[in-house]
């Protein structure tokens, strides 16, 4: 078990806390925890590398590792994965800083005047703007040093990217440049997760022209990748040398249409109740009394809010306590929540509740809220969910 204090279960008590200097407290007085199992995200790996077959995994932990926690999930994944990928170079220099080793890929960084920082912190950059390309080669001259980069190219998505057109000029750019070598050619694919496969056959037709333009001026034995979570598994031609699964690290799917039912989901989002008290008919419970009791009701105050992470705006959302699903009832607020346990008997201050991941207490799909099922409440997507959890939670982990 990694540092901190797990919530026990089996009791609603907590056991007392000893000299603040030994103490996580955001871990010792609220019960608000995420819980990561570090075992699933690596069993997730090994479920995906039997399906890529020759292609590295990268795993991909920007954002917090998406929610799970970087340094955590990328010591995880050591041994595992040959190289981790970030957004940021912000991100990469705090895996560095926590002592990791493993190559990283830094995937859509704004750069600025930070050239410099990526080599001294043995960064991998994707460059999708040529003029960033002067400035690694003076970074890297400077250094007597060569920076081996990726390109980033435009296909389909018009975020980021060198537009095809542009490739063979770029190419030559760069070989004229010292201190620069070209690793391998990336994109990101926008609509792998969508019904019709048509965009992503046709962004793959345009990468591989790009392809075609890189091996015409003499550039082989590149690493070239293009496939998050959805292509990985859904277009074999888009895993080239590399593929780069974020999400399906943690055991989600970025849609229905993507379908791997053997991922096991990393997360457990836990806390206990804090109050109880009876509302006649009619009451309004929380801000502009939106929700008013349609019975006399027991409602239960969670030490959880938006602040937390759980979105404000959900409607129909439920939580589950003593294995029996609860509803959420008027607005969430920013550190506090209201839930309906009026059908619970014996519910009490302390009881364990489980708003992401499966109650120990139930049985059956009822006892589980997924982080999808809470994104729909919320009207948004999982991703946002699990990289939504703030840094106030703390992080307990498991392996």
Not at 45 to 67: H, N, P, Q, S, T
Request: net charge neutral; glycine share 10%.
């Amino acid at each position: 078990m990694a540092a901190g204090r797990t919530i026990d279960d089996s009791s609603p008590g907590r056991e007392p806390f000893g000299p603040l200097a030994e103490v996580d407290l955001r871990a010792s007085v609220r019960p608000t925890v995420a819980e990561v199992d570090l075992g699933a995200i690596a069993r997730n790996v090994e479920r995906l590398a039997a399906m890529v077959g020759d292609a590295e995994i990268w795993g991909v932990i920007k954002a917090d590792a998406y929610g799970h926690g970087a340094v955590p999930v990328a010591r995880a994944l050591a041994g595992r994965c040959p190289a981790l990928a970030v957004s940021l170079v912000e991100e990469a220099l705090e895996l560095r800083a926590a002592g990791v080793v493993t190559p990283i890929v830094v995937l859509s960084a704004y750069y600025d005047h930070c050239h410099g920082q990526v080599l001294d912190g043995r960064l991998t950059p994707v460059v999708y703007d040529p003029a960033d390309l002067e400035a690694f080669s003076r970074a890297a001259t400077e250094r007597g040093r060569t920076v081996a980069l990726h390109l980033k190219i435009e296909t389909g998505m018009n975020r980021l990217g060198i537009a095809p057109d542009r490739l063979p000029a770029v190419l030559d750019r760069v070989a004229r440049l010292p201190g620069l070598r070209i690793a391998g050619l990336s994109t990101h694919l926008a609509s792998a997760d969508v019904a019709d496969p048509a965009a992503t056959t046709a962004a793959l037709s345009i990468f591989g022209a790009a392809l075609d333009a890189a091996a015409a001026r003499g550039l082989g034995g590149l690493t070239n990748h293009a496939a998050n979570s959805a292509a990985a598994v859904r277009f074999p031609g888009a895993r080239f040398q590399a593929v780069r699964p974020g999400l399906a690290l943690y055991g989600a799917m970025p849609s229905s249409v993507v379908k791997v039912p053997a991922l096991e989901p990393a997360l457990r989002l836990i806390t206990r109740i804090m109050a109880i008290h009876p509302v006649d008919t009619g009451a309004p419970v929380s801000y502009g009394g939106e929700w008013r009791a349609p019975r006399p009701s027991l409602i239960a105050t969670l030490p959880v809010g938006y602040a937390d992470g759980y979105p404000r705006h959900v409607r129909g959302a439920h939580v589950v306590l003593r294995g029996k699903r609860v509803a959420v009832v008027g607005v969430v607020c920013m550190d506090m929540m209201m839930v309906d346990v009026t059908d619970v008997a014996g519910a009490a201050v302390g009881d364990l509740v489980t708003l992401i991941g499966t109650d120990p207490e139930g049985r059956g799909p009822e006892a589980t809220i997924s982080a999808d099922e809470l994104a729909a409440w919320a009207g948004t997507i999982n991703y946002e969910i699990l990289s939504g959890i703030s840094k106030r939670v703390p992080r307990v982990y498991k392996s």
